[in-house]
């Protein structure tokens, strides 16, 4: 199967250069000899190094997608853009495998590094090469990559929380080994609840997924003496969840309660890890299947207090649709 994503729209690129670490972007064009001649290279080297959230190998049919190519000013093809953190940082032009290569595989191995820091404090991983508290269910693959952070929407979340994007960051919370709390002069790393203990979140999908679980991590502050901090202001773990699949935009709290779930999931003590605050959440995976959206209703968290907290999200399945993927493959078949 092929990891190269096909762009579709500026809208979509621009959700792609937000929601991974690295992207590759090859803009090729299909009357272009050498971009066909150099496609089995890219395809090899998206195999190779794909990770959801980290590196993902992107392509630009330049006819198609005109603004795009009028962006980037892509006056050669092939020409491959390099991205970091959402910035050019490197471009290849022409048909030239080894400097794409070197390129790619530079780019490849600082992201390898930045993974071992993350996974220094002993942290579970998962297979998409980003921090993850427990390892990936057997059979499934880490595809939080494939959430649509600018179409995310969350009701009742607190005012002084930090971006809801923090949520599906590749990097381990920063509270992990701060007993829950923020490293002094640096920003909270998570979410809150604002005025009860309730979150609405809304998470859609670039593509249909289908889900298996999803792990939640939560990092409760407690206090010197090891006990949980009992200051009024302490959030809480969720406790009960419900799911709604395929909204096409975030459920209000009152049709929640009128809406029925698609699953609903009670989180006892014992399901949190003491060591990575991460509780694993398996889902009844035949109705997860063709997933473009997912509501995730915190309906209580556990204990009396008047916030919850979620620091990380993870979901594991599959990619689903794959409508330009044929065409991917027809090219390289053509150019073997």
């Not at 959402?86 to 030239?96: H, M, N, Q, S, T």
């Not at 427990?134 to 959430?147: F, I, K, L, N, Q």
Request: net charge negative; glycine share 10%.
């Amino acid at each position: 199967m092929s990891k190269v994503i096909p762009v579709t729209s500026p809208h979509h690129f621009t959700q792609l250069l937000s929601s991974s670490r690295i992207v590759i972007a090859d803009c090729w064009a299909e009357w272009c000899g050498p971009c066909k001649a150099i496609a089995p290279v890219y395809e090899q080297l998206a195999t190779q190094l794909s990770r959801p959230g980290q590196i993902t190998f992107a392509k630009v049919d330049t006819e198609a997608q005109e603004d795009i190519a009028r962006t980037y000013n892509i006056t050669a093809l092939p020409t491959f853009l390099i991205f970091k953190a959402g910035r050019e940082v490197k471009r290849v032009r022409g048909a030239d495998p080894k400097g794409l290569n070197e390129a790619v595989k530079q780019l490849a191995a600082e992201a390898g590094k930045a993974d071992e820091m993350g996974e220094a404090s002993g942290s579970g991983s998962g297979g998409a090469g980003s921090w993850t508290g427990a390892p990936a269910p057997r059979g499934y693959e880490d595809v939080t990559g494939s959430v649509d952070l600018l179409g995310l929407d969350f009701l009742n979340l607190g005012g002084e929380t930090s971006d809801k994007r923090v949520l599906f960051e590749g990097g381990k919370p920063s509270s992990l080994g701060m007993k829950g709390k923020a490293k002094e002069g640096s920003k909270k790393d998570w979410v809150e609840s604002d005025t009860d203990e309730q979150l609405m979140l809304f998470v859609p999908f670039q593509a249909t997924v289908k889900l298996h679980s999803i792990q939640f991590t939560t990092f409760i502050p407690v206090s010197s003496e090891g006990e949980d901090d009992d200051e009024d202001e302490a959030p809480m773990r969720p406790k009960t969840l419900k799911l709604y699949t395929n909204r096409p935009h975030v459920v209000g709290f009152d049709e929640a309660d009128d809406t029925p779930s698609t699953q609903e999931i009670t989180l006892k003590p014992s399901d949190w890890d003491a060591k990575t605050g991460t509780a694993k959440v398996e889902l009844r995976f035949v109705k997860f299947q063709n997933i473009s959206s997912l509501v995730i209703f915190v309906v209580d968290g556990e204990g009396e207090r008047e916030k919850t907290r979620i620091d990380r999200l993870r979901f594991f399945g599959e990619t689903g649709e794959k409508r330009a993927m044929g065409k991917l493959e027809k090219v390289g078949d053509e150019t073997a």
